[in-house]
């Protein structure tokens, strides 16, 4: 049997796909029920039984599964809340896994149990990713709200590294773990995983603005170089100027808006993926929930017209006098039409905290430029 580098294999699978304008991965929320309720989580606003009531059942999600790989999607991700508290996900995983996906999963490690860690040993998934925020208990459970859930999740943590399950691991920079971070970091890595940093909060889905009052300061982020031995991105997302080098609509087979011009900066519509919520709903990217389209209903040619409706949104420009499109470092900026919209209403509209980032990044960098 031929053998082929991962790389080359996903490279030339996505270049494929983009020239056929078929989306090569999916997001799917399997549920907004989590176990903890993180302060900073921007989606713990549905974590409440009268939404987690309204959610799919197994057959109907099985049914979208069906859709989704007759669409040619290959990487699927199961995300939340947390997939593991579905009392299905291992029937609806194994269904996925028999499909032939390549499968992620991501939870924050507190709703594992053995049945699920042994299984994932029997038939891995591609990758599990699991979010730690705290390792004292003190610190964790201040973040998580639960008592007993350090316990819990450090648990969860060790079961899968017994089993060796392909893992990686996300922490979230706030208010609450900001001076527990670089103990993170030595204890992820004593266990041989990379620590992966993200400072980026954004307004709930429901439009609560309590996970902001959590951001680290300018300053405190761009502080966080030292972790990563001044090499790393503190923001936790890609270089925001790489972005701008991407072609990612033309793969798509799209014309992408002129830089001076351009309002998304980032994959959201550019024809690669589908982005599903846990009652069957396709919508853009997690930030942006509307249009959307009944995914388990439609058919073929209706989703394509809603994914279509996405790039002409993502591709379409500044429509409005928006300071964001006069400004000088907004390649230094990771402020996204998305979080706009939910923190303002307005796709649009600036940030005053991300202003304030980009101005003391753009600082730095002419600082370090000046040293060399």
């Not at 919209?341 to 000046?370: F, H, I, N, W």
Request: aromatic residues 8%; hydrophobic residues 35%; contains cysteine.
């Amino acid at each position: 049997m031929r053998t082929i580098q991962y790389k080359k294999f996903s490279w030339d699978t996505h270049n494929k796909n983009w020239k056929q304008k078929k989306p090569n991965v999916c997001q799917f929320e399997l549920t907004f029920k989590c176990g903890l309720h993180c302060r900073h989580c921007y989606s713990d606003c549905y974590n409440n039984p009268a939404c987690i009531k309204r959610e799919l059942n197994t057959q109907d999600i099985k049914l979208i599964i069906d859709k989704i790989h007759k669409m040619g999607v290959l990487w699927l991700c199961f995300t939340g809340g947390d997939p593991l508290e579905r009392e299905d996900f291992l029937d609806i995983y194994s269904y996925a896994k028999d499909k032939g996906f390549l499968l992620t999963v991501f939870t924050s490690g507190y709703s594992m149990t053995e049945e699920i860690a042994d299984y994932f040993k029997k038939r891995p998934p591609f990758v599990v990713e699991i979010t730690i925020n705290g390792i004292s208990k003190e610190g964790y459970e201040d973040i998580t709200g639960i008592g007993g859930s350090h316990e819990k999740a450090m648990a969860g943590l060790e079961m899968m590294l017994e089993r060796k399950i392909p893992l990686k691991v996300k922490t979230m920079a706030t208010r609450q773990n900001y001076k527990e971070l670089p103990q993170i970091k030595a204890f992820l890595e004593e266990k041989g995983l990379k620590f992966r940093p993200s400072s980026l909060l954004h307004v709930r889905l429901n439009s609560d603005k309590a996970p902001c009052s959590l951001r680290l300061s300018p300053g405190e982020i761009l502080g966080l170089d030292g972790l990563f031995g001044g090499r790393g991105n503190p923001c936790g997302c890609p270089d925001v100027g790489a972005i701008h080098e991407l072609p990612l609509h033309n793969r798509a087979g799209i014309s992408p808006a002129p830089t001076n011009n351009r309002l998304f900066r980032c994959a959201a519509g550019g024809g690669d993926g589908l982005n599903l919520d846990p009652y069957g709903k396709m919508f853009m990217c997690s930030c942006i929930r509307t249009p959307t389209i009944d995914f388990l209903k439609a058919d073929l040619s209706e989703i394509e017209n809603m994914r279509k409706t996405f790039t002409d949104l993502a591709t379409s420009g500044f429509k409005t006098h928006s300071k964001c499109q006069r400004c000088g470092i907004i390649d230094k900026c990771h402020l996204c039409p998305g979080k706009a919209l939910l923190e303002t209403g307005d796709l649009e509209a600036p940030v005053e905290y991300y202003c304030q980032l980009a101005e003391a990044t753009s600082e730095k960098m002419e600082r370090g430029s000046l040293a060399r």
